[in-house]
């Protein structure tokens, strides 16, 4: 019994071209899922960023207003951030050291010590 191999070839390449689209048509629609979802993600209402910061919603306007914030986008009357934004924000005030919070501790003292001997008051 004699096997016809251009037959079987055939058949092998229809069924790997009929995989190759299905794959092709759900790479397609994934990646434009991804890119629909990752556009609409990229700006964060003050409620939002507030929560990716693990803060209040009060706390990220009080800085608003402080002009301590991260960096933020007005559009009109909204404020939005993007999270590369709020991730920078994170990193300009990470402590790389555990002494950092020490020095921080000192320096405000002295700060209250010297405004005290500006008041005139020894210590």
């Known amino acids: 019994m004699t096997i016809d191999n251009s037959i079987i070839s055939d058949q092998l390449r229809s069924v790997f071209g009929e995989a190759i689209e299905v794959l092709q048509e759900k790479i397609i ?19 939002k960023a507030a ?30 951030f993007k999270r590369e934004w709020l991730n920078d924000f994170v990193e300009r005030k990470a402590i790389d050291n555990l002494t950092a919070p020490d020095t921080q501790r000192n320096q ?16």
């Open 108 to 123: 405000r003292a002295g700060g209250r010590i010297k405004a005290i001997e500006s008041v005139g008051i020894a210590i």
């Open 51 to 80: 929560a990716f910061l693990g803060i209040q919603p009060c706390t990220l306007s009080k800085w608003i207003t402080d002009g301590t914030a991260p960096k933020y986008s007005k559009l009109g009357s909204l404020v939005r």
């Open 29 to 47: 629609t994934a990646v434009r899922d991804e890119l629909a979802s990752a556009t609409a993600d990229q700006l964060l209402d003050k409620d």
